[in-house]
């Protein structure tokens, strides 16, 4: 105010840092100090401390400035140490691992170190910048907490970057905003050291990767394909592949990579495979629309073929486009009914008690059912489930005719979704009990019935023509995808490649690219597929009980299975 104004500047002796701030008039500051006080020259202060409420931290408030005619006497190696110094003072003791600091919190500075994954800045009004250090050991990783002056920051903005190194000195607290635990600093260093050991390939006989996420994949890999490259080079490993999800942006990138090291890259693509080759009709024998047919639903405890039990079977046999017989029974599984199966079947512990078991009644419905065609709404499951149990029972292998209503539906009709009520619906079929499985055998009943009759209008009456009928009629944006490994084994498999990505993208995209098994065929030529991990198809079926001829199809379909590491698919067990 006036004729005075406030002067501010950092002092250091090379053992710490301190805030000098004094009151000068401008115009004797102007004439005699302005030109002198500059980086690096050499003052003598005399002064109070102070907490200064402002800043939050201790100052000086000086009452003399002195210019020193010439430069104080410093320790080269602590000018060096001083220099470096992000905040506070140089300092010195063994780190605390991350992890250790989290678990017990103790009291007093620590030391901690570890790299930079990110930072995250945000302006004070005190002027500064308060800094969020995300710093790992890999022990675990911390929040650290640091005020810092915008001009330390200009200068000592590579020191806080991605990847660099830290060792950091403080308080551990719990921040009163996020809740979290966090170190607030006192003083940042910067370090080297290999904190995390490397890891090496000894094996004398090298793997090959062949299903490999790159940061092109949304969601499901950090490492840049340059880095997944340089890694598997440092391994010693011959080739890698490069399988991004449905993506093949990451080729250009890995190849000049490649170029530099001297190994093989495989492009290839984790795709989202859709089966458009499934049929409506399975094993058929030369059955008519009009001959006899048992359509049947079956209510259980779970989805698991293996551990799970039958608590109902009701079924409708049709001939000749009429019903001509009814079959339906509660089973007693000899286990509790789930809260969850009971909500949904309305399926009591006292409406199955003292029924037949499984092994008494699944006989006396198989003889029932006789030589007919089983029908069923998503058949691989109600088939594959009577099919798991009659094995366990020892009864002969279950190789009737089946037809899928759920697949003749999608080939038949236009819907959003094709649920045995979706279906109901549209074509205006009571279903008053879903859930229950002789409500939902009668209302699957009717739909044959009535899908039938639309197939004999467009004259099909012969269950071999069905699935020709119905195949390229199919919307494949409805179908459940799966994933799958495509490699590219020369230059006309790289082109198909890229077509069926494009194809993928510009035809088949719905939530995913997705690639029918039809056009899969159509462009195979330089091309191998892999069963891929959990989500592929292969390995669905094999968790789901399919049946053997189900799961012989599919491995028939692939050039080869992939069989991952166990950690990979611990999360199911987790789960």
């Given at each position: 105010?006036?004729?005075?104004?406030?002067?501010?500047?950092?002092?250091?002796?090379?053992?710490?840092?301190?805030?000098?701030?004094?009151?000068?008039?401008?115009?004797?500051?102007?004439?005699?100090?302005?030109?002198?006080?500059?980086?690096?020259?050499?003052?003598?202060?005399?002064?109070?401390?102070?907490?200064?409420?402002?800043?939050?931290?201790?100052?000086?408030?000086?009452?003399?400035?002195?210019l020193c005619g010439e430069p104080m006497a410093v320790d080269e190696e602590k000018k060096a140490a001083m220099e470096a110094i992000i905040?506070?003072?140089?300092?010195?003791?063994?780190?605390?691992?991350?992890?250790?600091?989290?678990?017990?919190?103790?009291?007093?500075?620590?030391?901690?170190?570890?790299?930079?994954?990110?930072?995250?800045?945000?302006?004070?009004?005190?002027?500064?910048?308060?800094?969020?250090?995300?710093?790992?050991?890999?022990?675990?990783?911390?929040?650290?907490?640091?005020?810092?002056?915008?001009e330390v920051l200009e200068v000592k903005a590579g020191d806080l970057k991605a990847g660099r190194q830290l060792r950091v000195q403080g308080?551990?607290?719990?921040?009163?905003?996020?809740?979290?635990?966090?170190?607030?600093?006192?003083?940042?260093?910067?370090?080297?050291?290999?904190?995390?050991?490397?890891?090496?390939?000894?094996?004398?006989?090298?793997?090959?990767?062949?299903?490999?996420?790159?940061?092109?994949?949304?969601?499901?890999?950090?490492?840049?394909?340059?880095?997944?490259?340089?890694?598997?080079?440092?391994?010693?490993?011959?080739?890698?592949?490069?399988?991004?999800?449905?993506?093949?942006?990451?080729?250009?990138?890995?190849?000049?990579?490649?170029?530099?090291?001297?190994?093989?890259?495989?492009?290839?693509?984790?795709?989202?495979?859709?089966?458009?080759?499934?049929?409506?009709v399975w094993r058929e024998k030369g059955q008519s629309l009009q001959d006899r047919y048992v359509v049947f639903d079956i209510e259980t405890?779970?989805?698991?073929?293996?551990?799970?039990?039958?608590?109902?079977?009701?079924?409708?046999?049709?001939?000749?486009?009429?019903?001509?017989?009814?079959?339906?029974?509660?089973?007693?599984?000899?286990?509790?009914?789930?809260?969850?199966?009971?909500?949904?079947?309305?399926?009591?512990?006292?409406?199955?008690?003292?029924?037949?078991?499984?092994?008494?009644?699944?006989?006396?419905?198989?003889?029932?059912?006789?030589?007919?065609?089983?029908?069923?709404?998503?058949?691989?499951?109600?088939?594959?489930?009577?099919?798991?149990?009659?094995?366990?029972?020892?009864?002969?292998?279950?190789?009737?005719?089946?037809?899928?209503?759920?697949?003749?539906?999608?080939?038949?009709?236009?819907?959003?979704?094709?649920?045995?009520?979706?279906?109901?619906?549209?074509?205006?079929?009571?279903?008053?009990?879903?859930?229950?499985?002789?409500?939902?055998?009668?209302?699957?009943?009717?739909?044959?019935?009535?899908?039938?009759?639309?197939?004999?209008?467009?004259?099909?009456?012969?269950?071999?023509?069905?699935?020709?009928?119905?195949?390229?009629?199919?919307?494949?944006?409805?179908?459940?995808?799966?994933?799958?490994?495509?490699?590219?084994?020369?230059?006309?498999?790289?082109?198909?490649?890229?077509?069926?990505?494009?194809?993928?993208?510009?035809?088949?995209?719905?939530?995913?690219?997705?690639?029918?098994?039809?056009?899969?065929?159509?462009?195979?030529?330089?091309?191998?597929?892999?069963?891929?991990?959990?989500?592929?198809?292969?390995?669905?079926?094999?968790?789901?009980?399919?049946?053997?001829?189900?799961?012989?199809?599919?491995?028939?379909?692939?050039?080869?299975?992939?069989?991952?590491?166990?950690?990979?698919?611990?999360?199911?067990?987790?789960?």
């Amino acid at each position: 105010r006036g004729d005075k104004a406030l002067l501010t500047f950092r002092l250091t002796d090379y053992s710490s840092v301190l805030t000098v701030k004094a009151f000068v008039v401008l115009k004797t500051f102007h004439a005699t100090m302005e030109s002198k006080l500059v980086r690096g020259a050499t003052v003598l202060v005399k002064g109070s401390l102070q907490m200064d409420s402002f800043l939050q931290d201790i100052v000086l408030m000086a009452n003399h400035i002195t210019l020193c005619g010439e430069p104080m006497a410093v320790d080269e190696e602590k000018k060096a140490a001083m220099e470096a110094i992000i905040l506070g003072r140089p300092f010195q003791g063994e780190a605390v691992a991350i992890k250790t600091a989290l678990n017990e919190m103790p009291k007093g500075r620590i030391i901690l170190q570890g790299d930079i994954i990110t930072t995250e800045s945000r302006d004070t009004r005190s002027g500064r910048t308060l800094m969020s250090i995300y710093l790992t050991d890999y022990t675990d990783s911390v929040t650290v907490k640091a005020f810092l002056d915008p001009e330390v920051l200009e200068v000592k903005a590579g020191d806080l970057k991605a990847g660099r190194q830290l060792r950091v000195q403080g308080l551990m607290e719990e921040d009163g905003y996020s809740h979290e635990k966090v170190m607030t600093a006192v003083s940042i260093a910067p370090f080297k050291a290999q904190l995390r050991p490397e890891r090496k390939d000894t094996c004398e006989e090298k793997r090959v990767e062949l299903h490999a996420h790159t940061q092109i994949s949304e969601m499901d890999a950090v490492v840049s394909p340059t880095d997944l490259v340089m890694q598997a080079y440092r391994w010693g490993q011959p080739a890698v592949a490069i399988t991004d999800h449905g993506v093949v942006q990451g080729f250009p990138e890995a190849m000049d990579a490649a170029k530099k090291c001297g190994i093989k890259v495989i492009y290839g693509v984790e795709a989202y495979l859709v089966d458009d080759l499934k049929t409506a009709v399975w094993r058929e024998k030369g059955q008519s629309l009009q001959d006899r047919y048992v359509v049947f639903d079956i209510e259980t405890t779970g989805f698991n073929k293996e551990k799970d039990s039958i608590i109902e079977i009701g079924a409708v046999k049709v001939e000749n486009g009429q019903v001509i017989d009814t079959f339906s029974s509660f089973v007693d599984p000899q286990v509790p009914i789930p809260e969850r199966i009971t909500e949904l079947t309305s399926i009591r512990e006292e409406d199955v008690s003292g029924q037949p078991t499984i092994e008494v009644l699944l006989p006396q419905f198989l003889a029932w059912v006789d030589d007919c065609a089983l029908v069923a709404h998503n058949a691989s499951f109600d088939v594959g489930f009577i099919t798991r149990k009659a094995e366990e029972m020892g009864l002969p292998p279950i190789q009737h005719t089946v037809v899928d209503t759920l697949e003749l539906g999608r080939g038949l009709l236009e819907l959003k979704r094709y649920t045995l009520d979706a279906i109901a619906r549209h074509l205006d079929i009571s279903l008053k009990n879903h859930h229950r499985a002789v409500d939902d055998a009668g209302a699957t009943a009717q739909i044959f019935l009535r899908f039938a009759q639309i197939l004999e209008k467009e004259g099909i009456t012969e269950l071999a023509d069905v699935n020709e009928h119905i195949k390229n009629r199919v919307d494949v944006k409805r179908l459940k995808a799966y994933h799958a490994v495509i490699l590219v084994q020369n230059l006309t498999g790289l082109r198909n490649l890229y077509e069926l990505v494009s194809l993928s993208h510009l035809n088949y995209f719905y939530r995913t690219p997705r690639i029918p098994k039809s056009e899969f065929l159509r462009f195979k030529e330089g091309l191998i597929i892999g069963s891929a991990c959990e989500a592929g198809e292969l390995f669905q079926a094999v968790l789901n009980e399919d049946g053997e001829d189900v799961i012989e199809r599919l491995v028939n379909f692939y050039d080869y299975l992939e069989i991952q590491p166990i950690g990979n698919n611990e999360f199911m067990i987790d789960d």
